[in-house]
């Protein structure tokens, strides 16, 4: 067992994923192709108890730990990212209205949650970039709460969503509601994704929305870490085993024309696989001591996120990267798996927040520190 491990106890979710995952990875191509949302996995892992475990204790769940979840997320996704993405999504927003909201609707959203219904987060706007935690768009009073007229972008599985978690502007101040689908709500495509095809990310138009007062979530009264942030990491991580598991199979079963050995055999690869994969090592290392002071409410949680996603982001193009490097031309086909991974390692690259604010936040943090 490891230190910053799944708890004993807790394992027998980890090993719930794997078996999962495994079946997921043989629909992941198809869905991939067909863009259509994976629901029938989504449907599969709700059924599991997964969803129910990581809900706290006083709402019926587990409160299964940070370090189980990352683990249980790099999983899914080595099998089908888009799965893993939405259900992270679906996670976040459904655990953080529950722990955001007031009691009467935290217990509302837990049994919505329990029983199934979905959840995805609309945060970030047309013209906010990654600052998906600071809207721009301001909510009008209006009789029963407020109304709401404007888009949020990249909102994955909102075709299927039954609530939504929506960040808005009330006197100048960030606000979080929970919002049910309703006829004012429209699902606009926003083109053809690159990578993680079948998430199911969509422009969400909300026209005159009713933001009710009794959903909206009061002001936060301390530091608690959220799914999102713990798990996106983690996404990254899995395209990084899945790449090199391609990478492995391909060059075992490939031959060189000129010697009749196995691509494995080949110095640079065998120097370039061992390199990509130590840092894969430390990446998921660093992961997990985010994941343990998520468990500890640590507020290093934070800063410790965009570090691990930073982190891993890197690892899984650079993977893929050397996937297709191996692959030759019968990378780029169809029939090929690292196409697809390739694609999926640089969804996460640009994932919010992205690879390049993450270094901005980190290095402003250091040069902070340094004029102290």
Not at 4 to 19: C, F, N, R, S
């Amino acid at each position: 067992m490891h230190p910053l491990g799944p708890p004993p106890e807790e394992q027998h979710w980890v090993d719930t994923a794997a078996e999962l995952a495994r079946e997921f990875a043989k629909t992941a191509a198809a869905y991939d192709e067909s863009t259509d949302v994976p629901l029938a996995n989504l449907e599969a892992l709700h059924t599991s108890g997964l969803d129910r475990a990581l809900l706290p204790r006083e709402f019926g769940g587990e409160d299964l730990s940070y370090r189980s979840y990352g683990e249980i997320v790099r999983l899914l996704a080595a099998g089908c990212p888009s799965t893993a993405c939405i259900w992270v999504m679906h996670v976040g927003a459904a655990i953080g209205l529950v722990q955001m909201s007031a009691p009467e609707s935290a217990r509302f959203y837990a049994d919505e949650y329990i029983a199934g219904r979905r959840f995805a987060n609309a945060l970030s706007e047309p013209s906010g970039g990654n600052l998906f935690l600071l809207p721009q768009q301001h909510a009008q009073p209006a009789a029963g709460g407020f109304r709401l007229s404007g888009a949020k972008r990249f909102t994955s599985g909102c075709e299927i969503a039954d609530h939504f978690l929506v960040n808005v502007l009330i006197d100048d101040t960030p606000t979080f509601f929970g919002v049910p689908a309703d006829e004012t709500i429209k699902y606009l495509p926003i083109g053809d994704t690159m990578g993680l095809r079948a998430n199911g990310s969509r422009l969400v138009e909300f026209r005159d929305t009713l933001l009710r007062s009794e959903r909206r979530c009061p002001p936060s009264t301390g530091h608690r870490p959220n799914r999102i942030g713990g798990g996106i990491a983690f996404l990254s991580l899995g395209v990084a085993d899945a790449a090199i598991a391609a990478l492995i199979e391909h060059a075992r079963t490939r031959t060189i024309p000129t010697t009749g050995q196995p691509l494995a055999t080949m110095q640079w690869l065998r120097f370039d696989l061992a390199d990509v994969h130590s840092r894969l090592e430390a990446a998921g290392m660093y992961a997990r001591h985010m994941t343990w002071l998520a468990d500890q409410n640590d507020l290093e949680f934070n800063p410790a996120t965009m570090r691990a996603k930073l982190l891993a982001n890197q690892v899984a193009v650079d993977a893929a990267q050397l996937a297709l490097k191996a692959g030759g031309g019968s990378g780029y086909l169809s029939t090929s798996p690292i196409q697809r991974i390739l694609r999926d390692a640089y969804a996460g690259w640009v994932m919010a927040y992205s690879v390049e604010v993450c270094r901005d936040r980190l290095s402003a943090d250091l040069f902070e520190d340094s004029n102290a």
